[in-house]
């Protein structure tokens, strides 16, 4: 066996604690042609493997002729200009080498450093590039597409048949430190996926991809082949590393069968990554818009799944765009590729229901699969995100095309994405029973449980600390904004006011004053839009500092201010209230109607604004109102109620359904319309709306794909919500109820946004109208516990319990449509737990939840 060799360099997870930044970087390399391949960080340099010939410095700096390869600072981004390969062709994978100051470099080269005996892949030198004569791996006769190193060992895929004199079918390993063929790996793969000898595309035989688990046990293996050593492995197989020889893992699927496009694709499997814990990989796709396949399509696998006929754990689709490369970090499962929308199982070539506009990037929850919010885009799209490398600081994304965003950062062919910046997912934590059981429509005091500050917004700065117990300052000082329309400008002073008058609250930061947002004379008026419930007594607070030279006589600037279409400020001049350089603010006393809408127009100049405060009047409060109430529920008995608050207005009766993740409430209301607001326990804040299929920065865009546009679409959760009477999330899904209908429902689900898997899964129950079996008339009540179902009847206030078995498969069965998911099963017949002859507790209710 070989040995590990010294000061051996491992990859080791990127250790990521959130979500990375939606701006790139501004200080990258810029790659003047062709596309980047392969892209690795060794040390403190970054380097970019691809098809290009030149490279300048960030900022349109020094050109620098570097064909298929170069190295740059990871920290200034500026190209080294000491490494300085001699390379014949394309790279394809790179590699950390055996020592820090080396690297693998792998491609379709037949000479490499002036020598001609050194082909497909070397070792580099990473002080200039040379070729270290120390290893030389054996002469290979077709491309080198995917190196790994793991337990002292060199793991190298292609599509090649002979290395050297031996016959090997596509991999081979190798001696690290030599190069010499190691014979541990002794697996050829073989046929080609979609040619079949007269028709479809022809491509040749070989892996695509190669990755492995952190520990060295399994590694994946991708491409174009049906069979690995004459064993059904079509495009994918698993290797067992951990014994004397490699061997093929008890492992086999289905899923990647389909012929898919074979006119125009021989294989369509892309890229493969293994989560940082090795758990589960991630496959991405091409091949075409075939619904209820794995083509164009981001799937994930568990790897200590045995056995035939394997299903992925989750699937989100594109509709019909290719998906070229991932990357799994411990927050998001990246993908990159040339498509327009995910989560589009149902859409070939256009968005249906569920559909989330996702220009060229996306990320995905990787316990769901379901989209997170990230959105940078790519646009053009091009060809497509080539390659995907996660890192300590963050993504680097390597395309064809020059811009992120919608033209708005110009990144040529190469960006990063800082992990600074970024944002936490929630970790999905949802309560059991036991559990204090919450009821909504119960009558408690008017404002028992409301904060006093609604909404803080710093309008055109970053996110600041409370000076109180209150919220922090909303940050607004990006592109698009959940209350603000699009349109106005940003400017901003290094230095703070020096003072301000005395409507300013002492728990007012100083530092707002340092941003103001100001309308272009070409945007539209300046609005903000805060949902607040209906009825509820409201004290709107305005922050102001004119700090333009320009304006700073009285008359320079002057603007009206409207709330909810009334004037409340006629012809409002900063600088004559409050004088050139000085903080103030206006309040003004309103009752919301749902939504309080502030908006400025311009009379003399452009309309600015520093901070919006909506604070609560607690006047009214001390009567009676419908709200929530709790009593604790271990399973078998329940106590009294207590109410809690929430009393603001919000019609719970309306509910239709609810649940908590991370201390944040979501439920549906009899409109239809979908909702989440924060909840410790206590203090209920305010209702947001959700619509995660919109995204402003992108809606209304041209996807140059015809005539459509980046817009999404609702899902039908959302068209089912007017009818559910019962909601639950755990584990990366929503289980709900709907009138009428004997069955238990049940999507993916993504509380970070409020977004539901495209696909609904359903579990039928039994019994006629009268059984405790029956699911047709739930009420409120249904949580999913201790491998238990527990839901509440309509008809007469009795809580039951049926037990629920669930393989722990976790598969998608892709292949025929409206087939189930997860395995579950019913085990067994209702009990009745709980009701009004029971335990005394009448368990209807138009929404419960634990927590």
């Given amino acids: 066996m070989v040995g590990q060799p010294d000061g051996a360099v491992a990859a080791g997870p990127p250790g990521h604690d959130r979500v990375v930044s939606d701006v790139p970087a501004t200080g990258t390399p810029e790659i003047q042609d062709g596309l980047p391949q392969a892209i690795v960080a060794v040390g403190d340099r970054v380097l970019v493997g691809g098809s290009f010939s030149e490279v300048r410095d960030p900022g349109g700096g020094t050109l620098h002729q570097r ?80 190196a790994k190193a793991a337990g002292g060992r060199l793991y190298v895929g292609g599509k090649f048949t002979l290395a050297g004199t031996e016959e090997r079918g596509g991999l081979v390993t190798l001696d690290p430190l030599t190069g010499d063929i190691d014979p541990f790996l002794d697996v050829h793969v073989t046929e080609n996926h979609n040619w079949d000898g007269s028709s479809g595309a022809q491509a040749p035989v070989g892996p695509d991809r190669i990755d492995i688990t952190p520990d060295g046990s399994t590694a994946v293996v991708i491409g174009n082949f049906r069979f ?117 199982h149902w859409g070939t070539d256009y968005p249906d229901t569920g559909a989330v506009g996702r220009p060229g990037l996306n990320a995905m929850d990787p316990v769901s699969g379901v989209d997170l919010s990230w959105n940078p885009g790519r646009n053009p799209r091009g060809y497509g995100a080539t390659v995907l490398y996660a890192t300590a600081d963050g993504l680097y994304v390597g395309s064809d095309t020059d811009w992120i965003g919608n033209w708005e950062h110009y990144r040529p062919k190469l960006a990063f994405f800082p992990l600074a910046g970024g944002h936490q997912p929630p970790a999905g934590e949802s309560a059991t029973i036991p559990a204090d059981v919450h009821f909504t429509d119960v009558e408690v005091e008017v404002g028992a449980g409301l904060p006093d500050i609604l909404y803080r917004v710093n309008a055109a700065g970053p996110a600041l600390p409370a000076l109180d117990d209150g919220p922090e300052w909303f940050a607004d000082n990006s592109t698009s904004s959940p209350y603000r329309n699009s349109g106005s400008l940003i400017s901003t002073n290094a230095n703070n006011v020096p003072g301000v008058l005395a409507p300013v609250p002492e728990t007012t930061p100083i530092e707002v004053f340092n941003s103001t947002r100001w309308n272009p004379a070409s945007a539209d008026n300046l609005t903000w839009s805060f ?54 603010m206006l309040s003004y006393p309103v009752t919301s109607d749902g939504e309080v809408e502030i908006e400025f127009e311009p009379v003399v100049e452009a309309p600015i604004v520093s901070a919006i405060e909506i604070v609560r009047d607690q006047t009214g409060d001390g009567e009676p109102g419908p709200g929530i109430g709790k009593r604790f529920y271990d399973g078998d008995e329940a106590d009294e109620l207590v109410a809690v608050g929430g009393a603001d207005g919000t019609q719970w009766g309306e509910l239709r359904g609810a649940f908590l993740v991370d201390d944040v409430l979501f439920y549906g209301m009899a409109d239809g319309t979908f909702w989440r607001r924060s909840f410790d326990g206590s203090v209920v804040g ?121 393989s722990g498969s976790g598969s998608e069965q892709v292949t025929t449509a409206g087939s189930a998911s997860r395995q579950y099963t019913w085990d067994g017949s209702a009990e009745v737990v709980g009701g009004p002859e029971v335990d005394g507790v009448d368990w209807r209710t138009p929404g419960a939840f634990l927590r």
Avoid at 81 to 87: G, I, N, R, V
Avoid at 117 to 133: A, E, F, H, W
Avoid at 250 to 279: A, E, I, Y
Avoid at 531 to 540: H, I, M, N, S
């Fill in 228 to 344: 690995a050593n004459e064993l059904d492995r079509d495009q994918v197989f698993l290797l067992d590393l951990t014994g004397e020889e490699a061997e093929i893992r008890d492992w086999h699927t289905n899923h990647f069968k389909p012929r898919c496009s074979w006119r125009s694709f021989d294989k369509w499997v892309r890229d493969v990554s293994f989560s940082p814990d090795g758990s589960y990989f991630v496959v991405v796709t091409t091949g075409g818009p075939h619904r209820n396949t794995l083509c164009d399509a981001v799937s994930r696998w568990e790897t200590d799944a045995t056995g035939s006929e394997q299903h992925p754990t989750w699937v989100n689709w594109s509709g019909g765009d290719t998906l070229l490369s991932v990357a799994v970090t411990e927050t998001a499962v990246y993908a990159g590729g040339h498509q327009r929308w995910m989560n589009n």
């Fill in 686 to 806: 305010l209702p947001q709306p959700l619509t995660p299929h919109l995204d402003p920065y992108w809606d209304g865009v041209q996807t140059h794909s015809g005539s459509s546009t980046y817009d999404g679409e609702p899902s039908s959760f959302a068209a089912n919500i007017a009818s559910m009477r019962g909601m639950y999330y755990t584990d990366g899904r929503v289980f709900y109820t709907r009138a009428g209908q004997n069955t238990l429902y049940w999507r993916w689900f993504n509380p970070e946004n409020g977004l539901a898997g495209s696909r609904e899964f359903t579990l039928a129950g039994s019994g006629n109208s009268g059984s405790v079996n029956n699911l047709s008339n739930t009420s409120g009540v249904l949580f999913v516990a201790d491998g238990h179902v527990y839901w509440s009847r309509a008809d007469d206030g009795r809580l039951l319990r049926r037990p629920l078995l669930d």
């Fill in 531 to 584: 949902p607040v419930p209906a009825g509820t007594d409201l004290e709107v607070r305005l922050y102001f500092a004119d700090r333009c030279w320009c304006t700073h006589q009285p008359g320079d600037r002057v603007m009206d201010i409207l709330i909810d279409g009334v004037l409340v400020a006629d012809g409002y001049d900063v600088v004559d209230s409050a004088a050139y350089n000085r903080g103030t």
């Fill in 67 to 146: 064909p298929y390869l170069f190295a740059f600072d990871a920290a200034t981004g500026a190209v080294d200009t000491d490494f300085t390969p001699s390379l014949a062709a394309e790279v394809l994978t790179l590699h950390p080498g055996p020592t820090a100051d080396t690297v693998y470099v792998g491609g379709r080269f037949n000479h490499a450093g002036g020598n001609q005996g050194y082909n497909k892949i070397v070792l580099m030198d990473l002080t200039d590039g040379s070729v270290r004569t120390d290893f030389h791996a054996p002469p290979m006769n077709g491309a080198v597409f995917s």
